[in-house]
Structures are given as structure tokens and as C-alpha cells.
């Protein structure tokens, strides 16, 4: 087959440069910098023997995601994925999308696509596949003093069906249109506020521009989507400023310094505040990261003194920040020409700019932070792994590096691009890049995409799964350059994973390079709302779609560790029904009245089971919902709220006035049936009553334990 291949030049690729940053040996700038036309005529390396039949490890079911059928044959990388908090299914992914192919002086435009189903169908908004225009620029053009090329581009979604996309908008300012102009583009952030559907551009240009002599590069957004936070809805962004002595930009030849810069918006991207200088000198790649109390982290890869993972925190929303703690030591990031990490990595032929950290935050505990990377271990010298730490202290105190592929140790073959997510139970999933299977090629040549999931914070990961059903061959790319012979292929600097498990990464199995995504089902084990495939299958589900689609045994409630205990959709103790559920007075065989009308059915209660709720947090087993309205466990009861007001919840005597009465706990006030008390027209109300915006409490899901199906499905 004829292959599209584009060149990369990127100044001097031959390692680390010695820069006037204190001499340090600063990596490359990321960017892809200029496309020529193809080079060679068809592909010749060698293929992994055998396909994906030799894996032991079930694969995922894989689907296509770059949906712009201008590009189809026609390279995408370099994903970017974020999810709707409140509906994970709804899934937005961003790429360079090089839909002008090798024409001279064209690029990459700012692509998108958007999933409905968790992952398993992608299509192109209804806006379109790629973002719009900026005003008086055009995308995917280098050649016209308007013209700007996208990279790097960062998805990261807000609360209700907002959603921003960063992206680098730039020349070849190593020889830009017009001579001696180097102050084009920067960074755009573009919103969406229908889910990702249509974007527009509310800073009206570059939130952040270009100089003469400052090139940004490499950005990354975190927005705070806790309801809870003081800063919700405050948009993060970090990136490299890369600072030349003049223009044309030329690396390393009049590069000066690069700095670690941050800056942050709170009115939905409008404006930008004065950005600030994190770190300067050897570093690279910034990734922010807000946590549910509102605190914002940063991290980086950093080689002023070693190779290092730093990481920053901001305890006031980004208008200031503690020290930098060291994350990791004792690994080597790729360098060109270097025999303990070479870059290109053993066997391969395409580019690993250095050791780029991704950090996440624990969605349940705020203390709880998670950074992972790359590199060659110290006394693994010429092999790479993929490394995990985690800190519960609010990131001042980090664990020992602990490596996540399970492949034998010092296997001669490599694990790179690591990504990294935490779900709304806390479950933490990582993926990256993987050649273990090419046995073929020494060292590895054609990768394939793994994953692991870690249940307990991070203490351990569970075995490696292989996501991917078929490798890729970098050499099928579609992009070359010439001018470093080592590095013969890009397949981008970063993959991504949303916080269900629905891995993006680059694929070459077309004979060019697209983005593929897989569906959780089966890679990771866990489904995302935590309730087994086996379970839901036999509540009338389908196990490969449950995780996503709202049954009445699959709701707001399954999954969650609603009482707060750290486990899931716990079986409850046995019991019997010496518990007034329905909160009239009588229970049992004594039941004669419900909400005030005499009657002879036994007690109406709500849970449906009949069973003695827990009484304290040690016992608690799946009770539901929330009462006191506090940020733990938020829109849904736990058992320190039925602690709170057991009165009002078991008995009927509470009223305007008494001591055990207050408002917020008659959820749908009626006179006279149900006055001043929870009963159950109130927990029936949170199902049917939009205009209260509590998730459901009835209709059949799995929430107060019993049965596996309390109710029909």
C-alpha cells in the first residue's frame, strides 16, 4: 500500500540541548513543526507475527474515533478526553487532525468527535469534526500571515454540559510567513456549553499569545467541576514558555530559557489572569489538576537536578502556590543518543520526547493524590516501565514508585505514554502504550495499549489487560523525518483515558494513523457504576451496555459507596421487620397505619426489604441518599445523616415548632398525609420530581441491598 508520510523538523532532535538555562540539557519542544510531501512509497517493517491471537488477555472490543471523513486516510494524534460528570457515556475527544495531508505550508486543524455510549460508537458533532475558525485566522495554515497550525490539544469539562478544549494555535516560527513576525497565535481555549455539540471562542482570540520571543507550548487544562468547591467552574491551564533572543525561533539555536507557567479564568474563559511563573530551566510538559476540595496541583518533568516529577500546590484557587515536592527520583527520562534510555526507546522508531507525568486527584478523598510516568528504572538501564506514586496527604509526602506493568522484571521491551483517571467511586485507571507482545522484533517494535485498575487508592494494581485487538506499527504513522534518521515515526507525545475506562490512543491499523477508543467492557474488569456484568445480567441488562445505561437496578445509587464505609453495594445483615422503614409509627405485624390512613398492610417501607438498617458508620451497608446536604456523599442519604435525625425519619410526631422538626427534611410537604416527616410520597417524589434535581431513590435500584433484584427491572 502507497503511504503518506510528512517530515518532522524540529531544530536540533540530537538529544537534550545544551541550553543558557544554567546548562542544563533542556528537551526538544514538543511541537511538530513543519509536513512535507511523502518520502516513500510503501512500508516495509516487520509486523507482529501471529496478530493478537497469541495474547491470553481478553481484548476490548475497539472503535474507531476520529470522525472526519475530509481525513480519513489522513493522519489524527495526540488525544485528549473528557466525560460528563453527571452522564459518563457522553464522552468528547480532541486531536490534531492533519486533514490538508502533505500540501507545503498546511498543518494540523483541531479535531473533534463526541460518544453517546461510553465509548463503543464515535460520530462528529453536529457543529462538526473540527473547531471553527478564530477570528481572522484560519487552521491548518502556516503559509499565510493569518494562518496557525493546532497541537497538543486538552479537553477538560465543567459542570452541567460545559466543556473547554485548549489547543496551541502557531507558526513554524523557526521560519514563519511573514519574515521576522513571530507574535502569531498562542493558545486558544474554546467552549462548548451543549455538551460538545458546537464551540465557540469566548476570549475572542488567543488566551494566551505568542511574543516575538515567547513561544508557549505543550498546555494542559483542569477545571473545578465540584459543586461543593469555592472555585467550581474555574478554568486552569498550564504549559512551557519557551523564550528565544529573537525571530525567527530557532532551537537550540537562540533558545534561552523554559519556564513552567500557569493562569486560570473565572469567567468561562473570557479573560485570563497574569500568568505565573511555576519553574524555569530544565522541564517540561505541566499537567494541572483540581481536587474535590477545590485545591489545584501542577506537575511536571524536571531535570535541573536529576530527572525528577515535581508537583505544586495551590490551596487559594491558583493565586498561589507551596513549594514544589519532589514525586519521583531514580529513573532516567529518554535522551537522544543515550545508552540507559534511548529515544527512540529500543526496537522503536518513533519519538519519546522525555518522561511526561499525567496527575489525578481522588474524587472521594480529597488528600488523595495520584501522578504516573515513564522512564528507564536505575537499575534497569535500556528498558522502559510505567511508574506510579501516590500521596494521601495532600501531595506533601509521596509513596515509593511502584511499577505498574507486570511484564517480568527487566523484559527487554517497553511501556510508555501512561495516562491516568480516577472514577467517581475512586477506582483509579491507567493505561499506556505496550510492545511486550512483539517477540518478533528485538526489543519491540509494534505496540499495543494496556491497562490496570487499582480499588484501593492506589496501594496496588490489579493485572494487566490488553485493550487494544490489534497492534500498530509506528512505521505507519504517516509522518518521517529525515533530518534525525533515528526518529522515523510520530505517534504523538500523550494518549488519554476517561475517568469510566474508555482508553483513547494512536492506531495504525488502517495503514495510517487514527484515533481508536475501547469500551470498558472487559478492559478494565470493572464496570464504571461497580455492579457486576453477572448481576446486571440477571437483573434483565445487558452486560455490555449496563455500566451506562440507567435501568431501575442500575441507578444513582448502585456502585456508590453511599454510606461512606470505602465498599460497594454491600449485602446488608439479616434482619426482620422491627423497623418502622416508612416512618408511621407502627411496623410489623403492628402496622395499621400508613400516612395517617388506617390500614391492615404490613409496614410500607421504602427500602423494600425488610431488613434492620445499620446504626453505625462501622456496620453501614449500602443505605442511601443524602439529608443533611453536606459535601460527603452529596445528593444522596448515608448513614450519618439517618443518624442525624433518626426522629424525624422513624416517627410521625414532628412538626412546625417541635424540637426534632426542620423543613428540609419534608422533601414534598402534604397536609394531612405525610406532614413534616420523610415518608414515602417524598422518596417516591425524588423520583419523578424534576424540579428537586436529586438523583432517584426508587424504581427498582440496587441501593438498600436485599436481593440482587429487589424489584423487576
Known amino acids: 500500500m502507497v503511504l503518506v508520510a510528512f517530515a518532522l523538523v524540529a531544530g536540533d532532535w540530537q538529544g537534550f540541548p545544551q541550553a543558557s538555562a544554567g546548562g542544563s540539557d533542556v528537551p526538544a519542544p514538543s511541537t511538530i513543526t513543519t509536513l512535507s510531501a511523502p518520502e516513500v512509497a510503501a512500508n516495509t517493517s516487520t509486523a507482529l507475527p501471529g496478530g493478537p491471537t497469541r495474547v491470553s488477555l481478553a481484548p476490548a472490543t475497539n472503535a474507531l474515533v476520529s470522525a472526519n471523513a475530509a481525513s480519513v486516510s489522513l493522519p489524527q494524534t ?55 475558525n478564530p477570528p481572522s485566522a484560519t487552521w491548518g495554515r502556516s503559509d499565510i500571515s493569518s494562518g496557525v497550525v493546532a497541537g497538543d490539544p486538552s479537553l477538560a469539562w465543567s459542570v452541567g454540559n460545559t466543556l473547554y478544549y485548549a489547543t496551541l494555535g502557531f507558526q513554524y516560527f523557526s521560519m514563519p510567513a511573514t519574515p521576522g513576525v513571530c507574535n502569531v497565535g498562542g493558545i486558544y481555549v474554546y467552549r462548548s456549553v451543549d455538551g460538545g455539540d458546537t464551540w465557540t471562542l469566548p476570549a475572542g482570540g488567543p488566551a494566551i499569545a505568542n511574543t516575538q520571543t515567547v513561544f508557549r507550548d505543550k498546555e494542559y487544562l483542569a477545571v473545578d467541576a465540584s459543586p461543593n468547591s469555592a472555585y467550581a467552574g474555574t478554568i486552569y491551564m ?38 505565573l511563573t511555576l519553574a524555569a530551566g530544565c522541564l517540561v510538559s505541566p499537567v494541572p489538576a483540581v481536587g474535590p476540595d477545590g485545591s489545584v496541583y ?30 519521583a527520583t531514580g529513573f532516567r527520562s529518554p535522551r537522544f543518543g543515550d545508552t540507559q534510555c534511548p529515544n527512540p526507546l529500543p526496537g522503536a522508531t518513533f519519538r519519546v520526547n522525555a518522561a511526561f507525568p499525567m496527575i489525578a486527584t481522588d474524587s472521594v478523598t480529597a488528600d488523595n493524590i495520584y501522578v504516573a510516568w515513564f522512564g528507564c528504572p536505575a537499575d534497569q538501564p535500556g528498558q522502559a516501565d510505567v511508574f506510579f506514586s501516590r500521596s494521601s496527604t495532600g501531595g506533601a509526602i509521596w509513596s515509593s514508585a511502584l511499577r505498574v506493568n507486570d511484564d517480568a522484571v527487566g523484559n527487554p521491551r ?56 490489534q497492534s500498530s506499527d509506528p512505521d505507519l504513522s504517516g509522518f518521517d523525518n529525515p533530518f534525525t534518521p533515528e526518529v522515523e515515526s510520530f505517534i504523538g507525545d500523550y ?31 470493572s464496570d464504571c457504576d461497580g455492579v457486576p456484568d453477572s448481576v446486571e445480567s440477571a437483573c434483565g441488562s445487558d452486560p455490555a451496555n449496563a455500566e451506562f445505561v440507567p435501568e431501575r437496578v442500575d441507578g444513582a445509587f448502585a456502585g456508590l459507596d453511599d454510606d461512606g464505609d470505602l465498599q460497594i453495594d454491600e449485602a446488608l445483615p439479616p434482619g426482620s421487620e422491627a423497623y418502622d422503614c416508612d416512618g408511621d409509627g407502627y411496623m410489623g405485624s403492628t402496622e395499621k ?15 423494600g426489604t425488610n431488613v434492620i438498617p445499620p446504626t453505625t458508620p462501622a456496620t453501614a451497608k449500602g443505605w442511601p441518599s443524602d439529608l443533611r446536604g453536606d459535601s460527603f456523599n452529596v445528593n444522596r442519604v448515608n448513614i450519618q445523616d439517618l443518624g442525624t435525625f433518626v426522629a424525624p425519619v422513624r416517627r410521625i410526631e414532628t412538626y412546625p415548632g417541635h424540637p ?40 427498582g435500584q440496587k441501593a438498600f441491598g436485599g436481593p440482587v433484584c429487589p424489584w423487576a427491572p
Open 298 to 327: 501542577v506537575v511536571w518533568f524536571d531535570c535541573n537536578s536529576g530527572d525528577r516529577q515535581l508537583v505544586r500546590k495551590s490551596v487559594d484557587g491558583g493565586n498561589s502556590f507551596e513549594p514544589a515536592v519532589t514525586v
Open 593 to 607: 397505619h400508613v400516612y395517617g390512613v388506617a390500614n391492615t398492610v404490613a409496614d410500607q417501607d421504602p427500602c
Open 78 to 132: 495526540e488525544p485528549s478526553v473528557a466525560s460528563n460528570s453527571v452522564d459518563r457515556k457522553k464522552i468528547i475527544a480532541g486531536y490534531m487532525d492533519f486533514v490538508f495531508g502533505w500540501v507545503a505550508g498546511r498543518g494540523a486543524v483541531p479535531g473533534v468527535s463526541r460518544s453517546a455510549d461510553g465509548g463503543r460508537s464515535w460520530n462528529a458533532p453536529s457543529g462538526g469534526a473540527t473547531l471553527p
Open 495 to 525: 494518549f488519554g483515558i476517561a475517568p469510566c475506562g474508555t482508553p483513547l490512543w494512536a492506531d495504525t491499523r488502517n495503514g495510517n494513523q487514527d484515533i481508536f477508543a475501547a469500551a470498558p467492557t472487559g478492559a478494565p474488569a
Open 414 to 469: 517497553d511501556q510508555f505514554f501512561p495516562w491516568l483517571t480516577v472514577d467517581d467511586i475512586g477506582v483509579i485507571r491507567m493505561m499506556w502504550g505496550d510492545d511486550r507482545l512483539d517477540i518478533a522484533n528485538a526489543g519491540g517494535h509494534v505496540y499495543d495499549v494496556f491497562s490496570a485498575e487499582s480499588v484501593d487508592h492506589g496501594a496496588s494494581f490489579g493485572a494487566n489487560i490488553r485493550v487494544t485487538n
Open 238 to 275: 498550564a504549559w512551557d514558555d519557551d523564550v528565544y533572543s529573537g525571530c525567527p525561533q530557532q532551537f537550540p539555536t537562540n533558545f534561552v530559557t523554559r519556564r513552567i507557567m500557569f493562569s486560570k479564568s473565572t469567567d468561562q474563559g473570557q479573560t485570563w489572569t497574569t500568568a
Open 660 to 699: 426534632n422538626f426542620h423543613l428540609r427534611w419534608d422533601l414534598k410537604p402534604m397536609t394531612p398525609i405525610g406532614v413534616a416527616h420523610i415518608n414515602l410520597l417524598d422518596l417516591n417524589a425524588l423520583v419523578n420530581d424534576p424540579i428537586t434535581g436529586y438523583p432517584p431513590m426508587l424504581g
